[in-house]
Each structure stands twice: as structure tokens, then as C-alpha cells.
């Protein structure tokens, strides 16, 4: 295997070397195609937690504006409302819950902006 490329390498970069024209086509035939095939490494970086949405799981039908505790899981530092795609809540709770914040803002339980 290892000998083959190498051979087949050789004649093909002693003819290109003088032809600037041919590069723009060459790349094709790289000098060296383990680079570009090669494997890849563990597949996948990050562990993906699975998402549940949280209010499904534990039944909460109504958001209490009050829950501070409750809320306070799902506002960013920055007092940003976390996106469902990071919290895997779903989309009517996630409604709910914001609604929620926003109540709870107007009466300053949460923050409109923490510290940026
Ligand atoms: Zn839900």
C-alpha cells in the first residue's frame, strides 16, 4: 500500500513542477492524499445530554410567575431567557415560561439585564 503511493507520486510531481498552469486542475491528484483521506478521529466530540423537557417530566402544566427557583434555571446570567434549543424545553412550555419571566421581571424577581 505504502509503496504504491509513494511510486505513483514520484513521476506525476517530477512532471508538474514546471506547469503553473496545471496546479489549478492538480489538486485533485494532491502530492499527498493521505492528508485530505484521512480518518477521522472518535466521531463525535461532545456527549450529548439527552434533552426532556423539564415541565413535561414533571407534569407542571402552569408556570408560576412566582417560581423564582423555577425560572431562575432557565435566565442566563446575563438575564437572557436560555433558548429551548439549550434547555430542551418544548415549545408550549417554553411559551409559558417566558411569559413567566416576563411577569416575574415586571416585579423584579429576575433581572431585565444582569451583568453583561
Ligand atoms: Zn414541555
Redesign the pocket.
Known sequence: MADETTRAQAPAGANGVEQTASVAAAPMRGPRPQRSGGPREGGRKYFRRKKV????VEKIDSINYKDVRLLGQFVAESGKIVPRRLTG??T??QRRLSTAIKQARNIALLPFAGRA
Open positions: 423537557c423539564k415541565f413535561c424545553v418544548c408550549p412550555h
